[in-house]
Nanobody, 125 residues
Framework: VQLQASGGGLVQAGGSLILSCAAS????????MGWFRQAPGKEREFVAA????????SYGDFVKGRFTVARDSAQNTVSLQMSGLKPEDTAVYYC???????????????????RGQGTLVTVSS
């Protein structure tokens, strides 16, 4: 079972990126999915989460309308569209999945049973 985030890269401040999280080995259609990030020297923080059916979303306080999380159940993928990027958004971004029986859009990394490899986003000033 693997979750792999992709789409990271170098972008100028004010720019946009779309991150994607692909699952292999199993389906995550019945899982709450989340995005987290970790900047150098800082703790991992919650970015966004989306419900199983995509109808409910939750965002970290710092997002302030700049990011949008979405899912494509047919493709077994979750995306994070980021705009208005700032240098302080520089971090490794990770996707994760909760256990299938859980519906709460949790904000703690420890509450996600499946955790993927990250992708680096660098925002230059």
């Amino acid at each position: 079972v693997q979750l792999q985030a992709s789409g990271g890269g170098l972008v100028q401040a004010g720019g946009s990126l779309i991150l994607s999280c692909a699952a292999s080995g199993r389906t995550f259609r019945n899982n709450v999915m989340g995005w987290f990030r970790q900047a150098p020297g800082k703790e991992r923080e919650f970015v966004a989460a989306i419900s199983k059916d995509g109808a409910a979303t939750s965002y970290g306080d710092f997002v302030k309308g700049r990011f949008t999380v979405a899912r494509d159940s047919a493709q077994n993928t979750v995306s994070l569209q980021m705009s208005g990027l700032k240098p302080e958004d520089t971090a490794v971004y990770y996707c994760a999945a909760r256990s299938p029986a859980i519906t709460v859009l949790a904000r703690a990394w420890s509450q996600y049973a499946f955790r993927g490899q990250g992708t680096l986003v660098t925002v230059s000033s």
